[in-house]
Structures are given as C-alpha cells and as structure tokens.
Nanobody
Framework: QVQLVESGGGSVQAGGSLRLSCAAF????????MAWFRQAPGKEREGVAA????????YYDGSVKGRFSISRDNAKRLLYLQMDDLTPEDTAVYYC???????????????????WGQGTQVTVSS
C-alpha cells in the first residue's frame, strides 16, 4: 500500500510562485511513476505533470509548460511541483498520484494511477 501526503499549498497573487511537495510511504518509491493532478470547482480532475521513476522523463500539460516544473528526490521519497508565474486559472486542489509500473496510455489519465494523496489547495488571486 502506498500513502501519499501533499504539502505546500496556499494563497498567492498572480505572478507569484509556490512549491508543492508530496511524501510517499509504504513502497519502494524509486519504482513509482508519479504525477500531479488538479481539480478546480465544477471541473474534472486534470493531469498537470508526470515524471518517470528515475526522473529522466517529464511530461506537462500544455497549460503549465514553461511555468511549472516537476522533480523528485528518490533518496528522500519526495515529489515536487515548482509553480511559477501563477494565474487565477491555476486555482485548484492539487493532488499527488502514483502508479506501479509504466503508464499504459496517456500519463494524464487519472485512471492510470493507483494511489492518491488527500490534496492541497492552491488559490491564486488577481
């Protein structure tokens, strides 16, 4: 069983930055494919970014490419999402997700992931 705990959310003004962290417990972290998702009120959960087990491959949704950066520290069992140049459209609950094994299909499909964190709120004001 994998447990994921996010932290680092908060409220910022447009143009600001936040860094989210996700701690993983209960499994060999370096064998997990990891991702960040977000869900805004009234909208479906959407994939933001994903990263391979060793960190060598990263993937981004077009809406965040160039502004967000996903990374991981396997020694510390941590996943990060650095978010820069935030806009009000980035306001959402952000979730950390994990998958055992290589993606079968699109990394951004929520159905690909077996484990989810509880979420952390990010609010960007204009």
């Amino acid at each position: 069983q994998v447990q994921l705990v996010e932290s680092g959310g908060g409220s910022v003004q447009a143009g600001g930055s936040l860094r989210l962290s996700c701690a993983a417990f209960g499994y060999t972290y370096s064998n997990l494919f990891m991702a960040w998702f977000r869900q805004a009120p009234g909208k479906e959960r959407e994939g933001v970014a994903a990263i391979s087990t060793g960190g060598g491959s990263t993937y981004y949704d077009g809406s965040v490419k160039g502004r967000f950066s996903i990374s991981r520290d396997n020694a510390k069992r941590l996943l990060y999402l650095q978010m820069d140049d935030l806009t009000p459209e980035d306001t959402a609950v952000y979730y950390c997700a994990a998958r055992k094994g290589l993606w079968r299909g699109e990394w951004a499909w929520a159905s690909q992931y077996d484990y989810w964190g509880q979420g952390t709120q990010v609010t960007v004001s204009s």
